[in-house]
C-alpha cells in the first residue's frame, strides 16, 4: 500500500523566513511520480510540481526547491524569503504508475506572518 | 485555457437527503477524478474516469454513492441517501493522458462544499 506522511501540521513563520515543507512515502514500485501541491483558502488545488522516481535532481523555481532523495524515501520543499502570499496547506502526493492514481498526504499548514 | 468547472459550490443538506454535484473537466482531458477531502485532510479518490470508463472506483461507497461521465466529458456525483460523515469538500480533477502507465498531472477545481445536517 502507497502512504505519504506529512508530519508537520502547522507551520508559522515571519515573513522572509526560509521554511522546509517535510515529505516521507511508502511505496513497493520502483517506478512512481511525487507531487507538490498548494491549497490557498479558496479551496482549488494548485499544482506545483512532479518528479518521477527516476530523476533525484534537485529542481528550484524561484523562490521554490525541491529536494528529491531516493534513500530516504522524502521528498521535501523549501520556500526561501517566505511571502504572506504563500500562506496555504500544502500537500504533497505519491503517485501509482500502474492505475495512475495519486494518494496525498495530509497536508501541513503554512502561515506566513507579516 | 479554462479549467475544471465545478457546481454547486456550496450546499447544505439534511442526513438521508440526495445531492449531485457536477463537474466539466479542461477541454480534451481523457481522465478525470473525483476526491473527497474530509476537512484536515488530504484528498481521497472516490473515483477516476477514463473517458467514459471506470478505471477504478474501489474507494466509493457503492452503497449510496454513485457517479457517472456520459459521453466521456462531464460528469456527475450522486449521494443518495447522505450521512453527517459526508461532510467534505469534494473535488473533481481531470489529466490529458490515459492515467495508466504513467502518472498525468492532475488539475483540480474549486470543489463543492457539503454540509451535512
Known amino acids: 500500500a502507497q502512504k505519504v506522511t506529512q508530519a508537520q501540521t502547522e507551520i508559522s513563520v515571519v515573513e522572509k523566513e526560509d521554511v522546509t515543507l517535510d515529505c516521507v512515502y511508502e511505496?513497493?514500485?520502483?517506478?512512481?511520480?511525487l507531487f507538490w501541491y498548494k491549497q490557498p483558502p479558496s479551496g482549488e488545488l494548485v499544482f506545483l510540481i512532479r518528479?518521477?522516481?527516476?530523476?533525484?535532481q534537485n529542481e528550484i523555481s524561484g523562490r521554490y526547491s525541491w529536494n528529491f532523495q531516493k534513500s530516504t524515501s522524502s521528498f521535501n520543499f523549501t520556500i526561501t524569503a517566505s511571502q504572506v502570499v504563500d500562506s496555504a496547506v500544502y500537500f504533497c502526493?505519491?503517485?501509482?504508475?500502474?492505475?495512475?492514481?495519486?494518494?496525498f498526504g495530509d497536508g501541513t499548514t503554512l502561515t506566513v506572518k507579516p | 485555457e479554462a479549467g475544471v468547472a465545478q457546481s454547486p459550490r456550496y450546499k447544505i443538506i439534511e442526513k438521508r437527503q440526495s445531492v449531485a454535484f457536477w463537474c466539466n473537466p479542461i477541454?480534451?482531458?481523457?481522465?478525470l477524478y473525483w476526491y473527497q477531502q474530509i476537512l484536515g485532510q488530504g484528498p481521497k479518490l472516490l473515483i477516476q474516469?477514463?473517458?467514459?470508463?471506470?478505471?477504478?472506483d474501489s474507494q466509493l461507497p457503492k452503497d449510496r454513492f454513485s457517479a457517472e461521465r456520459l459521453k466521456g466529458v462531464d460528469s456527475t456525483l450522486k449521494i443518495q441517501p447522505a450521512k453527517l460523515e459526508d461532510s467534505a469538500v469534494y473535488l473533481c480533477?481531470?489529466?490529458f493522458g490515459s492515467g495508466t502507465g504513467t502518472q498525468e498531472t492532475q488539475y483540480f477545481g474549486p470543489g463543492t462544499r457539503l454540509l451535512v445536517l
Open positions: 477541454s480534451g482531458h481523457a481522465t
Open positions: 502526493a505519491l503517485g501509482d504508475t500502474n492505475a495512475g492514481k495519486s494518494t
Open positions: 474516469f477514463q473517458n467514459n470508463g471506470v478505471v477504478d
Open positions: 480533477a481531470s489529466s
Open positions: 518528479r518521477n522516481s527516476f530523476d533525484e
Open positions: 511505496t513497493r514500485d520502483t517506478t512512481y511520480y
